[in-house]
């Protein structure tokens, strides 16, 4: 069974830094792709930034400049340093990964369960 676990999230003051991680576990022959995706209540899930095994990455506009996704392919994992946060910023982020599990013939989407990030003064 395929698991993904955050870890990182916080409270921290706007301008201030975080840094989320995820790795991936479990029967996992390939990922293709891990990346962040967030939502702020009362607003829908949305990327924030993704990272392929080929190590091409896409970021959200609002996030460009102040947020890197990086990967360690040999761990399974996935980290998005965040610096000069805004309040805006606040948000549960959840983890992704699309991934091949040994027992499938296809990839899949896969979920963490989220990481609460809170920024305010």
């Known amino acids: 069974q395929v698991q993904l676990v955050e870890s990182g999230g916080g409270l921290v003051q706007p301008g201030g830094s975080l840094r989320l991680s995820c790795t991936a576990s479990?029967?996992?022959?390939?990922?293709?792709?891990m990346g962040w995706y967030r939502q702020a209540p009362g607003k829908e899930r949305e990327l924030v930034a993704t990272t392929t095994s080929g190590g091409s990455t896409n970021y959200a506009d609002s996030v460009k400049g102040r947020f890197t996704i990086s990967r360690d392919n040999a761990k399974n994992a996935a980290y998005l340093q965040m610096n000069s946060l805004k309040p805006e910023d606040t948000a549960v982020y959840y983890c992704n990964a699309v991934l091949k599990p040994y027992s499938e013939s296809t990839y899949y989407d896969y979920w963490g369960r989220g990481a609460q990030v809170t920024v305010s003064s």
């Open positions: 479990g029967s996992i022959f390939s990922i293709h792709a």
